[in-house]
């Protein structure tokens, strides 16, 4: 089944049903969430509407984390996934999204970027 963003309500407040004058069209195509995991690293380049390129990250070890102590930014390894606000089901498959907190080698941080849009992944540390 292809997936839409096409807007409108498609039930009235009395619960009948509004009969759309208007199919689909290629303009409001979606697509699948990128669901990005820990693992090797592995992008994807996709073509948005007016011909722009929006970079996936589909898997990743690595992550730019900001400490706001020393203003300093460093490169490190992601071990794992602890929590996540936007989904608990996420932190138990490993998937990152924006403001999901992981485990590295420097300690914990919290991801500030939006690895399926951006094509990396940021983070600040906690602690």
Known sequence: MVITQKAGLRRKASGGRYHPLKGKKKCHIGRKSSETKIGETKIKNIRTKGGG?????????????ADPKTKKITKTKIINVLECA?????????????????????????????????????????E
């Not at 390129?53 to 984390?65: F, M």
Request: aromatic share 2%.
């Open 53 to 65: 390129l929006k970079t996936r990250i589909l898997s990743t070890d690595q992550v730019n984390i």
């Open 86 to 126: 936007a989904n608990r089901n996420f932190a138990r498959r490993n998937i990152m999204v924006k403001g999901t907190i992981v485990e590295t080698k420097l300690g914990k941080a919290k991801i500030t970027s939006r690895p399926g849009q951006q094509g990396t992944v940021n983070a600040i540390l906690i």
